[in-house]
């Protein structure tokens, strides 16, 4: 397959094909004049790569999984554990921010549950890299 056909197929750009070549996610087997041609097998490594990318891993930690030929299950189990953090601080989050707009508080900054959700977002605790929104629940 050449690198046009490996772009509609797995819809990324000719552009994220080459750097993730240049990154050593994926090999091409040469060119076909000035096109780089690809084995079919691309395109599932693609598809690892996507679910990768979405489930948070950087492209590096994506290469050190594919390094070792088999896919480290500890990294895995250990994303797992941060998405599952990382769900929990959401749901914490949208949970106090239906209750601040449900509140009957007169106004949302004196209601006690939103008052701790500015807390722990002033406190560099709400987010990706945060340390959880524990006590906004009930």
């Given at each position: 397959m050449d690198i046009g056909?490996?772009?509609?197929?797995?819809?990324?750009?000719?552009?994220t094909l080459r750097y993730y070549e240049e990154k050593g996610l994926i090999r091409s087997l040469g060119r076909n004049g000035l096109r780089r041609?690809?084995?079919?097998?691309?395109?599932?490594?693609?598809a690892l790569i996507t679910l990768g990318r979405s489930a948070?891993?950087?492209?590096?930690?994506?290469?050190?999984?594919?390094s070792?030929?088999?896919?480290?299950?500890?990294?895995?189990?250990?994303?797992?554990?941060?998405?599952?953090?990382?769900?929990?601080e959401l749901t914490a989050?949208?949970?106090?921010?239906?209750?601040?707009?449900?509140?009957?508080a007169p106004s949302h900054l004196e209601c006690p549950?939103?008052?701790?959700?500015l807390k722990l977002a002033g406190k560099g605790k709400?987010?990706?890299k945060g340390q959880g929104s524990r006590g906004l629940k009930g």
């Open positions: 056909d490996v772009a509609r197929a797995s819809g990324l750009p000719a552009s041609q690809f084995p079919a097998e691309v395109l599932e490594r693609l948070g891993f950087s492209l590096d930690e994506i290469g050190a999984l594919f070792q030929g088999e896919i480290d299950r500890q990294r895995l189990l250990a994303k797992a554990q941060e998405l599952d953090a990382r769900i929990a989050m949208r949970d106090g921010l239906r209750h601040a707009a449900q509140c009957q549950k939103f008052q701790l959700l709400l987010g990706p």
